[in-house]
């Protein structure tokens, strides 16, 4: 595999699943520095890109509803919110998975810096950076913290793989 192949595919690799990318650049024989380096650059990348995604979509889901909303009749809006509570009743319970229910614990007890904290290793870029922008995107702090902790970790997964002798 070419030079820049290898560069770009661990940058990719690490804009998406973090975690995994520094013990791939290092099976890929690149050293500590540019495994540091690049999975930093890629996360960062990585965040920036699902971040500004997520307040795309959102922003034009909501342009969305409201231009629906303009050109639905009023009485046909007033019959729909009258059937709502008897909807909700025939609906299904919503079901809790694992990863849910450890969703709703990290924001509850952690909040956003255990979201910040756990986003790189336990939950992927492209899902912590929805979680980020939908419950604490107007924080200020937010982007540069998300900054912080993904070098953070690149460099502590980095150093971590980089301990494991390979055998060859």
Known sequence: MSGILKLLNVFLLSSIKFVISPAYSFFLGLNYWETILLTS????F???FFYLLTKFIIYEFHQLKQLVYCYIPTTLINSIKRLKPAY???RAKKIFTRRNRMIV???NQ???LGLIILT???LSIPFGAFLSYKY???RKKLIPLMMAAII???VVISTFYSLIPVHS
């Open 152 to 154: 953070s970790w690149a």
């Open 110 to 112: 952690y909040g956003m």
């Open 136 to 138: 604490y995107g107007r």
């Open 105 to 107: 614990q990290i924001k």
């Open 46 to 48: 990585g965040f920036f």
């Open 88 to 90: 909700r009743d025939r």
């Open 41 to 44: 650059i890629g996360g960062i």
């Open 120 to 122: 790189p290793v336990l």
